[in-house]
């Protein structure tokens, strides 16, 4: 099936659950189809698209926004942003994931400026603003997300904060040679689990070699994911590169043949492969 008669059958689906009213299913279905035909074509279609971020249905906005998104032209940027501010949180969640997917460096200032701004975004709102930022990337992006790591950033979410942390060591590896290669190995000393094995991932997706160490002494960590992810980087490359003595990490990940969760044992027996 293509994408645009999949796209088709999910947006009917989400209308009948909603339990809209039959003109309304109606009208919001006329307005969302132009755009999932220009969001399967990828082809930018301005008229459908402004006049879809501008409906009176939320459902029709976010419609909007994540197709100006997957279109991927950056000449969405200009009608994603007033989105930020939308009446509708759920509408505000959208536009910054549709940010994240289009990378526009434009965007970077103006999501900084929501994630300070009242009244203040919802958590989920937050988070997608952070992922928005590490997936864009540049200096100002990496300094918030780096803020944002070290519980230093300037943000109007008052509640929770531990999941925009959480949220920030997930995504910063993005970043790519901007990262927060030290902030993320402080962090991996947390005794908060969730937050542990996040740092641990952008490390392994950094490969950077100054976690070579912290990596390896991760694989005695209590939380399977986090054993997990320090095997899959391990392997013969890494551990060279890292300076690490082969030895101690061969005898590491052979014991992690044994743990007691598969998840580690496989990622343990495709490093040893390497060497």
């Not at 035909?37 to 990828?42: G, L, S, V």
């Not at 970043?175 to 991932?201: H, K, M, N």
Request: include cysteine; proline fraction near 4%; aromatic fraction near 4%.
């Amino acid at each position: 099936m293509r994408g645009f008669a999949a796209a088709s059958f999910l947006t009917l689906a989400s209308l009948v659950q909603a339990g809209a009213a039959g003109a309304q299913d109606a009208s919001n279905v006329e307005a969302i189809a132009p755009m999932l035909q220009a969001e399967d074509a990828r082809q930018w279609a301005p008229g459908v698209l402004e006049a879809g971020t501008l409906s009176p249905e939320p459902l029709v906005r976010r419609s909007a926004a994540m197709s100006i998104g997957r279109i991927g032209d950056l000449r969405g940027t200009a009608l994603l942003l007033p989105m930020l501010q939308d009446r509708d949180s759920t509408v505000q969640t959208t536009a910054s994931f549709a940010l994240g997917l289009l990378r526009d460096t434009a965007a970077v200032g103006p999501l900084t400026v929501r994630l300070a701004a009242l009244p203040a975004p919802t958590l989920e709102t937050a988070r997608e603003i952070v992922t928005a930022l590490a997936k864009t990337g540049g200096p100002r992006a990496a300094d918030v997300v780096t803020r944002v790591l070290n519980g230093t950033s300037n943000t109007t979410v008052s509640e929770n904060l531990d999941v925009l942390v959480r949220q920030a060591a997930l995504e910063s590896w993005r970043l790519g040679s901007a990262s927060p290669v030290q902030q993320l190995i402080a962090l991996s000393q947390t005794t908060d689990d969730e937050l542990r094995w996040r740092v641990i991932f952008s490390l392994g997706q950094l490969r950077a070699s100054a976690a070579g160490s912290t990596l390896l002494a991760a694989l005695q960590d209590k939380h399977p994911l986090v054993r997990s992810y320090a095997a899959r980087t391990l392997t013969a490359s890494y551990v060279a590169a890292s300076g690490l003595d082969a030895e101690s990490a061969l005898q590491l990940l052979v014991k992690c043949l044994r743990d007691e969760n598969g998840g580690v044992r496989i990622e343990a027996l495709r490093a040893l492969g390497s060497y």
